[in-house]
């Protein structure tokens, strides 16, 4: 499957914004989908995944409460809504889609996933 990521930007802390990762080529459906960012100078981390199988879903602890994750079969889209941004968010976010068949835990246990997109930017100003 080929992931595209959009819904990026510059936005001002306190705002929100969502991102979108669409897939090609293939259903969703048949992956756990996850989405991950990169700040510049540190390492990536996982922000949040969902099983599309039971819809169970997985959030680091700096995205609960203020990040939702969801999913649209019929657009093959998974969607990471974002309130209350701070400038700590900032960063590239990227989704990925991984079919190893731990469903929403594979970002936590740091699976590789099969597919990665290109990412978005996300800039919080103060």
């Known amino acids: 499957v080929q992931l595209e990521e959009s819904g990026g930007g510059l936005v001002q802390a306190g705002g929100a914004l969502r991102l979108a990762c669409t897939g090609s080529?293939?259903?969703?459906?048949?992956?756990?989908v996850g989405w991950f960012r990169q700040a510049p100078g540190k390492e990536r981390e996982g922000v949040s995944s969902?099983?599309?199988?039971?819809?169970?879903?997985w959030y680091a602890d700096s995205a609960r409460g203020r990040f939702t994750i969801s999913s649209d079969s019929a657009k093959n889209t998974v969607y990471l809504q974002m309130n209350r941004l701070k400038r700590e968010d900032t960063g590239k976010y990227f989704c990925a889609a991984d079919s190893s068949g731990f469903g929403a835990l594979w970002v936590r246990l740091k699976k590789p996933g099969d597919s990665w997109g290109q990412g978005t930017q996300v800039t919080v100003s103060s």
């Open positions: 080529g293939n259903s969703l459906s048949s992956y756990d």
């Open positions: 969902i099983s599309m199988s039971d819809n169970a879903i």
